[in-house]
């Protein structure tokens, strides 16, 4: 069956860091794949999608690219900020489901 | 807009209660899924409901547990007799048309977590 696997937090950054959160996935068929992100008290908010091979989606200045070949989608940014401090979900969908199978998340913790 | 209301955000159950988790999907929204996340694991997916029909339940544990989504009023998954295992985080997301993620994008609510005692 599908699924997703996610580097284990927590992940530790001094602001402005970089930030690299690993994701793999084993999927049926093509898939699409996702990122979600959880900031605390709130609902899981989507953050960024890629639907083909090679597509690198991108949204506040957190970028992923689906990479086939190594079937992983791993999560970046280039200068963390205290505010992006949240858990975070890898996710995939694949043919005509509307279910998604979610990775177990990654809590990042940025400080001063 | 209020976003997907999920109440109560934590709900407290012995062995053998019943337990109702309870979702509000967005305004306009009339497609509602529920997951779940054990500890330690990921969201899992349990069922997808639009009003009044289940669409899939591939998800959903065989016994003791049930879903509905009336015409009128919230979403509501049930837990009957309950055992500490179904502690978990309970999360509901809706969208406004079915089918895939990518173009009906699932709004997820905060999450009701049950602890049983």
């Known amino acids: 069956g599908d699924s997703v696997t996610q580097m284990e937090g927590p992940v530790t950054l001094s602001e402005e860091a970089f930030l690299t959160i690993n994701c793999t996935y084993t999927a049926t068929g093509y898939p699409s794949l996702f990122w979600y992100v959880q900031y605390p008290g709130e609902g899981l908010q989507l953050l960024l999608k890629a639907t083909k091979a090679d597509d690198k989606g991108s949204n506040k200045g957190f970028e992923a690219t689906y990479r086939k070949e190594t079937t992983s989608f791993h999560l970046e940014k280039g200068s963390v900020q205290v505010s992006d401090s949240a858990v975070y979900f890898c996710?995939?969908?694949?043919?005509?489901?509307?279910?998604?199978?979610f990775g177990t998340g990654t809590r990042l913790q940025v400080t001063l | 807009n209020a976003g997907v209301m999920q109440n109560p955000r934590h709900l407290v159950r012995r062995r053998g209660q019943e337990a109702r988790l309870r979702c509000s999907p967005m305004k306009g929204h009339s497609h509602v899924y529920w997951y779940r996340q054990l500890p330690e694991e990921g969201l899992k997916f349990m069922v997808y409901l639009q009003k009044e029909n289940i669409i899939d339940e591939s998800g959903m544990p065989k016994e003791r547990f049930s879903a509905e989504f009336p015409k009128e009023g919230p979403s509501i998954l049930r837990i009957q007799q309950v055992v500490r295992g179904d502690s978990a985080a309970y999360f509901c997301?809706?969208?406004?048309?079915?089918?895939?993620?990518?173009?009906?994008?699932?709004?997820f609510g905060a999450g009701t977590r049950l602890s049983v005692l």
């Open positions: 997301a809706s969208s406004p048309r079915g089918g895939n993620p990518l173009k009906n994008i699932q709004y």
């Open positions: 996710a995939l969908q694949t043919g005509t489901a509307s279910k998604l199978t």
